[in-house]
């Protein structure tokens, strides 16, 4: 089996990829857990409704029980008035979902691997970017497909690669320590720089702290 390779952009050369990263077969239901877990993190959770015992409502009833033809009424703060409580409305709330760290690693080869596999996948060298530069960013990209683009960068001494990139149409530029699966499987391109490639591989490859105790 031939070693999975991604090609250079900006550059002629190929990369060469960890076979242990980018061989795994794509798992539907690990990644679906994987992108599930991530995009719930994300939501913020603050709605809230107020109840019919929050409200700011008087609590006399609305006219006298009997005597007036009309059906009895209580408080005005119930659900069915104009100005009552919300019933069974949102309130503040997490909607994290735990997901195995073993899991979450095989999901992220599943990703990588699937870039690798269709070709959607290719290698940028962030420190060829001695100043910012979006013209040389745009004509890196223009022989890579189409369709939108994830660059993924380490931060520390590509600052120069980050701001050429990060002005450009449909590109998307994320640090590698943020990056997740929901944005790799989403992304109809993915550019990784040298140091996000290695970072990425190693956080796919290393076990978990309990992996290692075993």
Do not use: C, W
């Amino acid at each position: 089996m031939a070693k999975p390779t991604a090609p250079y952009v900006g550059k002629t050369g190929k990369a060469d990829l960890d076979p242990e990263v980018f061989a795994e077969p794509f798992h539907m239901a690990l990644v679906h857990e994987a992108v599930r877990a991530e995009l719930n993190a994300r939501r913020r959770g603050t709605a809230s409704t107020r109840t019919r015992g929050e409200v700011a409502m008087t609590g006399a009833k609305a006219f006298r029980q009997k005597g007036t033809g009309r059906a009895r009424a209580g408080a005005l703060s119930v659900p069915h008035r104009k100005g009552g409580g919300v019933a069974f409305g949102p309130k503040p709330r997490g909607y994290a979902v735990k997901v195995n760290r073993k899991a979450r690693r095989r999901a992220l080869r599943a990703a990588l691997t699937l870039h690798a596999e269709r070709g959607s996948l290719a290698v940028i060298e962030a420190s060829a970017f001695d100043s910012p530069s979006t013209r040389r960013a745009s004509e890196a990209l223009d022989g890579f497909g189409q369709g939108r683009a994830l660059v993924v960068f380490a931060r520390e001494g590509e600052e120069a690669a980050v701001k050429s990139f990060r002005n450009l149409r449909q590109v998307e530029v994320l640090p590698a320590d943020a990056v997740g699966v929901a944005d790799i499987v989403g992304a109809a391109r993915l550019v990784l720089s040298d140091a996000a490639l290695e970072g990425l591989t190693r956080v796919a490859k290393s076990p978990a702290p309990e992996e290692v105790a075993a």
